[in-house]
């Protein structure tokens, strides 16, 4: 039985700064009131577990559930989805 290295996961984000404080643990003044949820990504960074990528906001799949897109941006993501065939 072979046992595999165990790589760190990815977590695709189209903010910059986001990618930055996690990165970075420097306490920033902006950033003093995060929430523990950031704290438990930040904690997973600094072990090694999760990778933190830019993304551009122009294949953000996750798009199609939190902005208002025009026809054809909501079209694009649910063929992406699977949701519908691309000849429709």
């Known amino acids: ?3 595999g290295i165990e790589r760190p996961k990815k977590l695709f984000v189209d903010n910059k700064s986001a990618i930055n ?10 950033s003093k009131h995060i929430e523990a ?4 990504l930040l904690e997973e960074v600094n072990n090694g577990r999760l990778q933190v990528l830019h993304c551009s906001i122009g294949v953000q799949v996750a798009n199609i559930l939190i902005k208002s897109l025009k026809r054809d ?3 694009k993501y649910k063929v992406e989805l699977g949701v519908v065939n691309s000849c429709t």
């Open 37 to 40: 949820r950031f704290h438990f």
């Open 21 to 30: 404080l996690a990165n970075n643990l420097v306490s920033h003044g902006r």
């Open 1 to 3: 039985m072979t046992v």
């Open 73 to 75: 941006g909501l079209r």
